[in-house]
């Protein structure tokens, strides 16, 4: 500790400059111990004015605590005669406060809840015109409606059901307004304009929010546009007193009957596919805005909901639209075409016209939804067919069904000539109209129900006054003329094989026939049937033997009769059947009577071989003895080759 002290000292020593010399060092004590003393001095005298100082601090101090009590005195003082003043501008400001904030609340509350007196003038005055305005209005009105629901789920329920109340009026007037105007608008609306309103497809997108007065619109609509085409049908039809007219009037242009009916169906498709794209840009041109707003508006008029459960599809209310539409134009269309029907007995034209009618319904079943347009087609169609059915009738009645009628060649006699002609045009019309909509082919059975089934009856009547084989042959020849009509259309496949079988009934008659003949002709027949009643010659030869007609001399003569009958048989057996038209079946007939005939002959030459064998074996017959296959020595092959 002594070694830092003196350390110290030295520095000190070297600060304050004393040097090293031996009157410092007989000083230095003396030096430090005034220095000191001046030191002591100096503190004392300062803190003498610090002490000074303090006196007069401590006076100011204690004449401020004087004045401070003073004041503090005045103030309570003033404090207890101000509180109440105080407190009561407190609560006033409290008050001006609460005023205020209510102001505020009310005029937010004005201006939410309340609409302005521009806006209710927009909505509901009937002299301002339904444009952005009256729309902006509405939506504003209808938001106020929604937002005032929230009032009843407060304690301000009172007010909400009065804002509603106000709010419900406003609107109901709103869509009052729009429904007249839409009324209004609709009643003169072109639809050939390219460039529809967009304001009219918004009055309807709108009023779709209220399914009844919507409904009354397109009721409205539906009987303007039912006039108009209706009309414009009517000038397409008589044309006008103009002296240009752009078009030639259909009742002028179209001189015969099937072209005047499909030229009036060409309009009414035409005339509906523009309907379908004019109502199609009114209704639909928006997407589905129509159908959810119907579906909105169903909320608020639970009445008017169908109750099925389905859900509404503009397009097919579109064609249901379309439908209505047309009603007036379809009305005439059936005057028109009825007419044309009941002043031309024609079978073919009235089977044209319903086919015409056919292929026609079924474009407009793409195109319309609704029925009673559809109705009306089908009535004209059965009216077409009944006419047709009279007519085949009345033709069929009319016709020579006599002897007389049937030709000497046996040829397919005129009345069925005719028929098939007929026919094939029948057939070509249904081929082009009808065929790819007749699914279960009931207009196809129909048609030759009634247009070919009678004819083939009366020839087969008219058949039954001939004798074989010329009833035969007549009839063959008029069934292949009616299967070579058919045989042209792939889809008379099921008639051609009814024909083609009864040919087949008639040909195995015809066979027969010409069997018998052959055996008739060579004189076999008493020995085919003799050995019918035999027993069978490999089990029982005797029998033959024993049996009457097959003795030698017997069997002379048959073998003489055959030998003149085979050279010539078959060109006798085709000069029966020259009547047959088509001479592959009379080769087929021929030759399947021929190889009946050898198939008998075939069994009596095995029953003379029997009993030639048996007499062998049994009588032990010398060489001179004759056999019966000696007497009649034909055989089948020789029989088979003459007949080939």
Not at 303 to 326: H, I, K, M, T, Y
Request: glycine share 4%.
């Amino acid at each position: 500790m002594a070694d830092f002290q003196v350390r110290d000292a030295f520095e000190t020593l070297d600060n304050r400059g004393v040097k090293n010399t031996p009157e410092t060092r007989r000083n230095i004590r003396l030096d430090v111990q005034r220095e000191v003393i001046e030191c002591n001095a100096e503190v004392i005298n300062d803190f003498g004015t610090v002490a000074l100082q303090l006196r007069k601090t401590g006076d100011a101090l204690s004449s401020l605590q004087k004045t401070c009590a003073i004041l503090r005195k005045n103030m309570n003082a003033a404090r207890v005669e101000t509180m109440p003043m105080l407190d009561e501008a407190s609560h006033l400001t409290k008050l001006t406060d609460q005023v205020h904030a209510k102001q505020r609340m009310l005029s937010d509350f004005k201006g939410h809840f309340l609409m302005s007196d521009d806006d209710l003038v927009f909505l509901t005055s009937s002299t301002d015109p339904v444009d952005d305005n009256f729309f902006h209005a509405l939506v504003e009105a209808k938001q106020i409606h929604q937002d005032s629901e929230i009032l009843l789920g407060s304690d301000s329920q009172r007010l909400g059901l009065e804002v509603l109340e106000h709010c419900n009026a406003n609107i109901r007037a709103g869509f009052q307004k729009l429904f007249h105007w839409t009324q209004r608008e609709l009643k003169t609306l072109n639809l050939e304009d390219s460039h529809l309103s967009p304001i009219i497809r918004r009055a309807l997108r709108v009023l779709a929010e209220r399914p009844t007065l919507f409904q009354q619109c397109l009721s409205t609509f539906t009987q303007v546009r039912e006039r108009a085409l209706a009309d414009a049908f009517y000038i397409a039809l008589n044309g006008t007193a103009a002296e240009h007219e752009p078009q030639k009037p259909i009742e002028f242009s179209a001189h015969e009957p099937l072209r005047y009916v499909g030229d009036m169906l060409a309009w009414v498709h035409s005339t509906a596919v523009s309907e379908h794209e004019s109502l199609e840009g009114l209704f639909i041109a928006d997407g589905d805005e129509i159908a959810r707003s119907i579906e909105a508006g169903l909320e608020s008029e639970p009445w008017s909901n169908p109750g099925d459960g389905a859900v509404f599809d503009g397009r097919r209310a579109l064609s249901q639209l379309v439908n209505e539409n047309l009603l007036g134009v379809a009305q005439l269309l059936r005057q028109r075409i009825d007419t044309v029907i009941h002043t031309h007995n024609e079978p073919v034209l009235e089977y044209k016209i319903a086919n015409l009618v056919v292929f026609y319904r079924n474009i407009f079943t793409k195109l319309l939804q609704g029925e009673e347009f559809m109705k009306i087609l089908d009535t004209v169609e059965d009216a077409a067919l009944v006419q047709f059915r009279h007519a085949m009738e009345l033709q069929l009645n009319t016709v020579d069904q006599g002897t007389d009628a049937i030709p000497e060649e046996l040829g397919v006699p005129e009345f069925l000539g005719d028929a098939i002609e007929n026919l094939q045009q029948l057939l070509r019309s249904y081929d082009t109209s009808a065929a790819p909509y007749d699914v279960d082919g009931r207009k196809l059975s129909f048609l030759l129900e009634e247009a070919l089934n009678p004819w083939l009856a009366a020839c087969e009547r008219l058949a039954l006054s001939l004798e074989s084989p010329r009833s035969e042959c007549f009839v063959i020849n008029c069934l292949t003329a009616a299967y070579g009509a058919l045989q042209q259309y792939p889809f008379t496949k099921g008639r051609e094989r009814g024909i083609k079988k009864a040919i087949e009934t008639q040909t195995s008659s015809l066979v027969e026939y010409q069997h018998q003949l052959f055996l008739v002709r060579s004189g076999v027949q008493p020995l085919v049937e003799a050995l019918k009643s035999l027993p069978p010659p490999d089990e029982q030869p005797e029998a033959v033997l024993e049996h009457e007609l097959f003795t030698e001399q017997t069997l002379y003569d048959v073998r003489e009769q055959l030998d003149n009958f085979l050279p010539s048989a078959l060109m006798d057996a085709r000069s029966d059947l020259k009547g047959l038209q088509d001479s592959s079946v009379s080769h087929e007939v021929s030759n399947a009577a021929a190889e009946a005939f050898c198939g008998d002959f075939e069994k009596v030459e095995e029953a003379l071989v029997a009993a030639d064998r048996l007499q062998r074996e049994r009588y032990m017959l010398d060489n001179e003895a004759r056999t019966l296959r000696e007497v009649f020595p034909r055989t089948t092959d020789e029989a088979r080759v003459l007949l080939s």
